[in-house]
């Protein structure tokens, strides 16, 4: 699961550059963050959350939990910083050829390179397989 925010919330999860694998701290947290979250949103979100909660927990499924901030779109830089930190190198090209997006707080739906490139006025092409 990645999530990109306006830097509030991975202002708090950011990780120190110096580990070998960026994300390793954050493996299976995303229960704690589904819980911070769920005090702060209206109430049929709330319930949305739970709901995702409880498949998560009956399926004893992992979640490889990422948070990014918007600039992931804006600065190459950054990206290829971030990139760096996985051990496969085509990680992101290959998760964007496969994203999905919660649209309206309701359900997930297919989204492309081109959604992002147009909602944040940038250049992806780094991204597209």
């Given at each position: 699961m990645i999530i990109f925010d306006n830097g509030k919330l991975s202002e708090d999860y950011t990780i120190d550059h110096q580990e070998e694998d960026w994300y390793y701290q954050?493996?299976?947290?995303?229960?704690?963050?589904l819980d911070d979250y769920s005090r702060v949103v209206p109430l049929p979100?709330?319930?949305?959350?739970?709901?995702?909660?409880?498949k998560i927990e009956k399926n004893d499924s992992k979640v490889d939990l990422h948070i990014l901030p918007a600039k992931f779109?804006?600065?190459?830089?950054?990206?290829?910083?971030?990139?760096?930190?996985?051990?496969?190198?085509?990680?992101?090209?290959?998760?964007?050829?496969?994203?999905?997006?919660?649209?309206?707080?309701?359900?997930f739906v297919p989204v492309g390179i081109p959604y992002f490139e147009k909602k944040y006025?940038?250049?992806?092409q780094d991204l597209k397989k």
């Open positions: 954050l493996k299976e947290n995303l229960q704690f963050l979100t709330h319930k949305r959350i739970g709901e995702l909660q409880e779109f804006r600065n190459k830089k950054f990206r290829k910083e971030v990139a760096k930190k996985h051990k496969d190198p085509n990680f992101f090209k290959n998760v964007f050829s496969l994203l999905l997006r919660l649209r309206k707080g309701q359900e006025h940038c250049n992806l």
